[in-house]
């Protein structure tokens, strides 16, 4: 399991994980497009590149996850595989998804933001965490 979604009272909470940070911030993307529609569905024809530079590291979580809402709202796309690289508060990301299709792909919850609400970006047991609430 890369990640798991946290009860929230109105909205819903990711949490994510992975043996270094661009992981874990890989897994959250990932269960930021799990709750819009099922990723296994989503074919990887489409690429887009991006780079974000935050003043911290909640901050680039924050920039980074709001980058895919404003593709998805301007674009259309729905992701399924992500590959980053950081490095200080500076961030590298990688994204293959493509179009959706209400034909093809499940609708499940609209994500209209993300929040700072309870954001956490951490270190446990030797693995990184983020942890995020977005508003849907």
Do not use: P
């Amino acid at each position: 399991m890369k990640f798991k979604f946290i009860e929230h009272t109105a909205d819903v909470g990711i949490e994510a994980w992975g043996d270094d940070l661009a992981e874990a911030f890989e897994n959250a993307a990932i269960g930021l497009f799990e709750i819009m529609t099922d990723t296994s569905k989503v074919e990887q024809t489409e690429k887009r590149e991006f780079e974000v530079e935050s003043e911290d590291k909640q901050s680039l979580l924050y920039d980074f996850l709001e980058k895919f809402l404003i593709l998805r709202d301007s674009e259309g796309l729905m992701f399924s595989k992500f590959k980053v690289s950081i490095e200080g508060n500076k961030l590298k990301a990688e994204a293959w998804g493509e179009e959706f299709n209400s034909e093809k792909h499940e609708s499940k919850t609209e994500v209209k933001a993300i929040t700072y609400m309870d954001m956490q970006v951490g270190k446990k047991d030797d693995k990184h965490f983020v942890r995020v609430i977005v508003d849907i």
